[in-house]
Protein backbone atom coordinates (compact mmCIF):
# COMPACT_ATOMS: atom_id res chain seq x y z
CA UNK A 1 0.00 0.00 0.00
CA UNK A 2 3.30 2.52 1.21
CA UNK A 3 4.58 2.10 -2.45
CA UNK A 4 1.01 2.31 -4.58
CA UNK A 5 0.00 5.73 -2.36
CA UNK A 6 3.97 6.97 -3.43
CA UNK A 7 3.67 6.72 -6.57
CA UNK A 8 0.21 8.01 -7.11
CA UNK A 9 1.78 10.93 -4.92
CA UNK A 10 4.90 11.33 -7.52
CA UNK A 11 2.46 10.86 -10.23
CA UNK A 12 0.20 14.02 -8.51
CA UNK A 13 3.93 15.81 -7.87
CA UNK A 14 4.69 15.64 -11.76
CA UNK A 15 1.57 16.22 -12.56
CA UNK A 16 1.67 19.68 -10.56
CA UNK A 17 5.11 20.70 -11.05
CA UNK A 18 4.13 20.41 -15.21
CA UNK A 19 1.53 22.38 -14.74
CA UNK A 20 3.41 25.07 -12.69
CA UNK A 21 5.74 25.03 -16.03
CA UNK A 22 3.17 25.62 -18.12
CA UNK A 23 1.37 28.50 -16.26
CA UNK A 24 4.99 30.45 -16.40
CA UNK A 25 5.28 29.67 -20.14
CA UNK A 26 1.87 31.53 -20.60
CA UNK A 27 3.25 34.70 -17.80
CA UNK A 28 6.45 34.53 -20.17
CA UNK A 29 3.76 34.74 -23.34
CA UNK A 30 1.44 37.25 -21.98
CA UNK A 31 4.42 39.61 -21.29
CA UNK A 32 5.49 39.48 -24.63
CA UNK A 33 2.39 39.67 -26.24
CA UNK A 34 1.46 43.01 -23.82
CA UNK A 35 4.88 44.42 -24.88
CA UNK A 36 4.59 44.31 -28.71
CA UNK A 37 0.93 45.28 -28.42
CA UNK A 38 2.12 48.35 -25.49
CA UNK A 39 5.05 48.99 -28.56
CA UNK A 40 2.14 48.88 -31.04
CA UNK A 41 0.39 51.48 -29.74
CA UNK A 42 3.02 53.76 -28.81
CA UNK A 43 3.98 54.47 -32.50
CA UNK A 44 1.07 53.32 -34.33
CA UNK A 45 0.66 56.79 -35.95
CA UNK A 46 4.51 57.12 -36.93
CA UNK A 47 4.63 53.58 -38.23
CA UNK A 48 1.15 54.18 -40.02
CA UNK A 49 2.04 57.17 -41.82
CA UNK A 50 5.07 55.32 -43.22
CA UNK A 51 3.36 51.93 -44.45
CA UNK A 52 2.13 51.18 -47.64
CA UNK A 53 -1.86 51.55 -48.26
CA UNK A 54 -2.80 47.39 -47.78
CA UNK A 55 -0.23 47.94 -44.72
CA UNK A 56 -2.63 50.27 -43.66
CA UNK A 57 -5.75 48.71 -44.23
CA UNK A 58 -4.56 45.49 -42.16
CA UNK A 59 -2.92 48.00 -39.11
CA UNK A 60 -6.83 49.35 -39.45
CA UNK A 61 -8.38 46.48 -39.36
CA UNK A 62 -6.33 44.89 -36.30
CA UNK A 63 -7.05 47.85 -34.31
CA UNK A 64 -10.39 49.04 -35.29
CA UNK A 65 -13.93 47.31 -35.18
CA UNK A 66 -16.87 48.42 -37.38
CA UNK A 67 -15.13 51.61 -38.63
CA UNK A 68 -17.19 53.49 -41.23
CA UNK A 69 -17.00 57.05 -42.44
CA UNK A 70 -19.50 59.30 -41.17
CA UNK A 71 -19.43 61.99 -44.19
CA UNK A 72 -15.92 63.15 -43.42
CA UNK A 73 -15.68 61.75 -40.15
CA UNK A 74 -14.03 58.21 -39.00
CA UNK A 75 -16.59 56.63 -36.68
CA UNK A 76 -14.90 53.09 -35.00
CA UNK A 77 -14.95 51.37 -31.84
CA UNK A 78 -11.44 50.00 -30.96
CA UNK A 79 -11.00 46.48 -30.16
CA UNK A 80 -9.52 44.98 -27.67
CA UNK A 81 -7.15 45.28 -25.68
CA UNK A 82 -7.01 48.75 -27.50
CA UNK A 83 -9.86 50.16 -26.17
CA UNK A 84 -8.39 49.22 -22.44
CA UNK A 85 -5.09 51.05 -23.45
CA UNK A 86 -7.20 53.96 -24.96
CA UNK A 87 -8.74 54.58 -21.70
CA UNK A 88 -5.69 54.24 -19.13
CA UNK A 89 -3.80 56.73 -21.72
CA UNK A 90 -7.08 59.23 -21.32
CA UNK A 91 -7.23 59.10 -17.58
CA UNK A 92 -3.52 58.53 -16.93
CA UNK A 93 -4.63 56.08 -14.58
CA UNK A 94 -3.38 52.50 -15.05
CA UNK A 95 -3.53 50.62 -12.38
CA UNK A 96 -6.62 47.90 -12.46
CA UNK A 97 -9.76 48.73 -10.95
CA UNK A 98 -9.66 48.15 -6.83
CA UNK A 99 -12.28 45.94 -7.20
CA UNK A 100 -10.74 43.76 -10.33
CA UNK A 101 -9.24 40.86 -8.01
CA UNK A 102 -12.19 40.49 -5.56
CA UNK A 103 -13.58 37.02 -5.71
CA UNK A 104 -17.54 36.40 -4.76
CA UNK A 105 -18.32 35.60 -1.32
CA UNK A 106 -19.66 32.18 -1.23
Avoid at 14 to 35: C, P, R, V, W
Avoid at 69 to 87: C, H, Q, Y
Amino acid sequence: MYDRKLKEYKARQNDILLQMEEHSEGDKSFYITANSVLDLASRALETFEHLETEKKRQLIGFVLQNPRLNGRKLVFTLKKPFDSIAECALSQNWLRRQDSNLRPSA
